[in-house]
């Protein structure tokens, strides 16, 4: 995409998503052999507790300082009592042991941390500002206690691995983890509007600025991973996966990520419809909410064909409108929508349905005349929305050819299903 890889990010934000899996302890019995263990849930909150005091309580500058870059590794400065049964999945030598053996844990370890924030700091280089946000799943007591206590260790161990970057904690409500509900919750009231601000902060200092995100959710319910992925899919965020973490406990080595997808957005954030000020673009978005609403209604009647011939193949209605401007100088609007017949050649995008039914009625058409085309993702069935949906490769082509020698002209797209926020962006290559 050409305004994609022409500027370099001016803010890039890892959203890491933390969990028990984040902190590891180095335990041993006195043998010479070091154990690299995760705590069970039980011991969790009782160890972390103890981790937390025995750091707090020394000069915590000097002790912070052990800090191990390569291993994300800081000894502890004093040893801390364990037992066998305060790990989960032991490596197998430490089978041999019995579960009241005493064991000490005599360093932790960030491995998670550690390996996101290493392939996080390779893409982000040179003038870029760097955030880390933290978040974590809302959970019940005493076990959201515990992983507020693993966020506070989090918090002070990343600047040191990764000098210079900011890092925010954004603490969920108490709630069950299991649920949707609890972790719509919070990311529709704390991280949603956290990146809203940073989007109208990086606008108002360029406007062309691009902000890069990239989202860490090794661990976390299934209900928490959707939830978040879900509410930042529109700022296009690389996904960095951690994949042996997930399968078994860390032994010598350091855990390594793998980045899929990685894409910048535009630096701007959805906006109220009702707030968009230009005639032509309102007239666009007047006109798709009410093209919405028709739809609506046609496909309440029981007769229709959409789902067995007309979008047989995905099932997933798409709906355009095109405003261009006619012979006596007024704006017009002209509605669209996709086709999949089930043919090799038998589709049809919304978006350029509706250019074609502009072209229809007023053959004598230009391309400067076209001001702009909203897209929306509606539904059919039980199938989820779409938003925000962005032109298919082929439409981007065609609209390309309309910005040649339009640069005014604008793509609409819809922050939320009920196409009251909008983005208002150029064709993008
Ligand atoms: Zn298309």
């Given at each position: 995409m050409t305004t994609q890889t022409e500027a370099q990010p001016r803010h890039?934000?890892?959203?890491?998503?933390?969990?028990?899996?984040?902190?590891?302890?180095?335990?041993?019995?006195?043998?010479?052999?070091?154990?690299?263990?995760?705590?069970?849930?039980?011991?969790?909150?009782?160890?972390?507790?103890?981790?937390?005091?025995?750091?707090?309580?020394?000069?915590?500058?000097?002790?912070?300082?052990?800090?191990?870059?390569?291993t994300a590794t800081l000894p502890l400065p004093a040893a801390l009592p364990c037992s066998v049964a305060d790990f989960r999945e032991p490596p197998g030598s430490m089978e041999e042991l019995e579960p009241t053996d005493a064991v000490s844990a005599t360093a932790v370890r960030f491995p998670l941390l550690q390996a996101a924030l290493a392939a996080f700091d390779s893409r982000t280089q040179g003038d870029c500002v760097r955030t880390l946000v933290l978040t974590w799943s809302p959970s019940l007591p005493p076990h959201s206690d515990s992983v507020v206590e693993v966020a506070h260790l989090l918090e002070r161990a990343a600047p040191l691995l990764s000098p210079g970057l900011s890092v925010v904690a954004l603490a969920p409500p108490v709630g069950d983890p299991f649920?949707?509900?609890?972790?719509?919750g919070y990311v529709s009231e704390s991280l949603v509007p956290w990146f809203d601000r940073q989007l109208v902060e990086l606008q108002r200092q360029d406007a062309k600025s691009r902000l890069a995100v990239y989202l860490s959710h090794n661990t976390g319910t299934s209900a928490a991973i959707w939830v978040l992925t879900n509410a930042l899919r529109h700022l296009k965020p690389a996904l960095v996966a951690i994949p042996k973490c997930r399968v078994r406990p860390i032994t010598g080595e350091v855990f390594t990520a793998e980045v899929h997808e990685e894409t910048w957005v535009d630096a701007a954030p959805a906006r109220d419809a009702a707030?968009?000020?230009?005639?032509?673009?309102?007239?666009?978005?007047?006109?798709?909410?009410?093209?919405?609403?028709?739809?609506?209604?046609?496909?309440?009647?029981?007769?229709?064909?959409?789902?067995?011939?007309?979008?047989?193949?995905?099932?997933?209605?798409?709906?355009?409108?095109?405003?261009?401007?006619?012979?006596?100088?007024?704006?017009?609007?002209?509605?669209?929508?996709?086709?999949?017949?089930?043919?090799?050649?038998?589709?049809?995008?919304?978006?350029?349905?509706?250019?074609?039914?502009?072209?229809?009625?007023?053959?004598?058409?230009?391309?400067?005349?076209?001001?702009?085309?909203?897209?929306?993702?509606?539904?059919?069935?039980?199938?989820?929305?779409?938003?925000?949906?962005?032109?298919?490769?082929?439409?981007?082509?065609?609209?390309?050819?309309?910005?040649?020698?339009?640069?005014?002209?604008?793509?609409?797209?819809?922050?939320?299903?009920?196409?009251?926020?909008?983005?208002?962006?150029?064709?993008?290559?």
């Open positions: 890039a934000v890892l959203v890491h998503h933390i969990g028990h899996h984040d902190l590891y302890l180095i335990a041993n019995n006195g043998s010479g052999r070091n154990w690299t263990v995760a705590l069970k849930g039980r011991a969790m909150l009782r160890r972390t507790r103890q981790i937390a005091e025995l750091l707090a309580s020394r000069d915590q500058p000097s002790t912070w300082a052990q800090l191990e870059r390569q649920r949707v509900g609890p972790m719509e707030s968009v000020a230009s005639q032509e673009f309102a007239m666009a978005i007047d006109e798709l909410q009410r093209w919405k609403a028709a739809y609506v209604e046609a496909i309440r009647s029981p007769h229709h064909e959409l789902g067995s011939f007309w979008l047989a193949k995905s099932s997933k209605p798409v709906l355009a409108v095109v405003v261009c401007r006619i012979a006596d100088g007024s704006m017009r609007a002209f509605r669209g929508c996709n086709m999949e017949v089930s043919l090799p050649t038998g589709s049809l995008c919304a978006e350029r349905n509706a250019i074609s039914s502009a072209l229809a009625a007023y053959p004598a058409m230009r391309r400067q005349d076209v001001a702009c085309v909203a897209v929306y993702g509606g539904q059919l069935g039980d199938k989820r929305f779409d938003n925000p949906l962005e032109p298919c490769g082929v439409c981007r082509e065609w609209l390309l050819k309309i910005a040649e020698i339009n640069p005014h002209f604008r793509v609409i797209t819809f922050a939320d299903d009920e196409a009251t926020r909008v983005h208002v962006r150029p064709v993008e290559g």
